[in-house]
């Protein structure tokens, strides 16, 4: 065998380099190169793997493959059925990252529980908690299922063996960087670690075609610590996002090899651990004042799926020379650019104001659709009058303070009228191209400018 060698791996994109550099020159991000000691093979590049310990894979004739790759394992929990693209894929890895504390470890027990429970055996491998701890954590959430099995252990070889012993429906690791392969030199949560074990597990696990859900830790940047590669090596990346000071949790899925990117599962983290929230919109207008100044409802689209939002906003006059803009939720760049289209298209002198805008219930909202509505919150603030309270808000603003169009507007509509809303104002050109399948029950208000939407919005 030959000797291992030393080399420079780049935490974001993975790529070897001979000696240490400042900047790593395939992705060229700054400090990333990691020193790693690499096993090169003697067989070298080119001659096959040969002798293979889990069995070479045969080419198919395009036909003989099944089309779905077998029977998906279907959760109680509707939110993350959603997220996954519709249950858990046989033999996909698929990696759960989010913050410390963001309650990562709760849903994938209370996941593994409901799949010991109506499949069969689930093998949760906890490498930073003690068993005892998990059992308090399953005590806690009443969790008392015999099928599963509870592994504290941090050594990669051992893990695999247990595997293969237990022949378990779905395998849970908690979590990747807290593992460690021994026949590699480096620390545990070292690029060369994360990058071996994973591969490690991945073959395995597609080889026994049984699920595995690997925990990833994220860095203060809030990427997935350790190589971007991870992200390329599973079939799946889900992200669990939510605010310290509040209790509902976002579970978006960044890549999905077996369904759609960007979907959003809502979900609350109270006593019982972690709930789906079936209505996110009625959460999320739970606490609202009806007909007080200063607030709009915008339906943004968080994946494929509408959610209504209170925006809120107050105006008051500047005791500064220049005044400030606050943006909570929101992106600033559109909080300036809706100003100053206030200010010069409609005639509201902001320059004199100072702006606070606030996305209730801690959502961030990443769509310009939801420009209207912050514009409406703010003129509602200034002028001290109240947008109508059965009105949702929809629409872009564009530089001329011209109203544009914007996708999916039936599905927003929809889960406006869903919620009770008997009106709604929309840019005249989006009910342009989807004239017909427009839902009903809901009064539809088609604008060409943010002057005639304020114009229908406000109660002046
Ligand atoms: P945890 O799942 O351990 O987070 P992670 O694995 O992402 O680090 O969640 C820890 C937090 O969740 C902790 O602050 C306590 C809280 N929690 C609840 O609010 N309710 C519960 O039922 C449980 C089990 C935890
Ligand atoms: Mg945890």
Known sequence: MAKPKVRYVCTECGSAQMKWMGKCPDCGEW????????????AGVGRGSAGSPLGAPQPLALPDIPAEPSQRILLKNGELNRVLGGGIVPGSGILVGGDPGIGKSTLLIQMAANVAQTVGKVLYVSAEESAYQI???ASRLSITEPNLFILSDTVLEQILDRILEVKPALVIVDSIQAIHSSANNSAAGTVSQVRDCTAHLLRLIKH????????????????????????????????????????????????????STNEVGVFEMGENGMEEVANPSEFFLAERLPNASGSAIAVPLEGSRPLLVEIQALSSPTAFSQPRRTANGIDFNRLLLVTAVLS??????????????????????????????????IASSYRNVAVAADLAVIGEIGLSGELRSIGQLPRRLGEAAKLGFKRAVVPRNALRSKGNDLPKGIEVIGVRTLSEALGVALME
């Open 208 to 259: 026994e075609n049984i699920p595995l859900f690997l925990v990833g830790h994220v860095t203060k940047e809030g990427t997935i610590a350790g190589p971007r590669v991870l992200e390329h090596m599973v079939d799946a990346v889900l992200q669990l996002e939510g605010e310290r000071f509040h209790s509902y949790r976002l579970l978006r899925s960044v890549k999905n090899r077996f369904g």
């Open 31 to 42: 400090n990333t190169l990691e020193e790693t000691l690499i096993q090169e093979s003697a």
């Open 135 to 137: 059992r308090q954590r």
């Open 344 to 377: 010069k298209r409609v005639g509201i002198n902001l320059t004199v104001q100072d702006i606070f805008v606030n996305v209730i219930g801690g959502m961030k909202i990443g769509e310009p659709a939801a420009d209207l509505a912050m514009a409406a919150a």
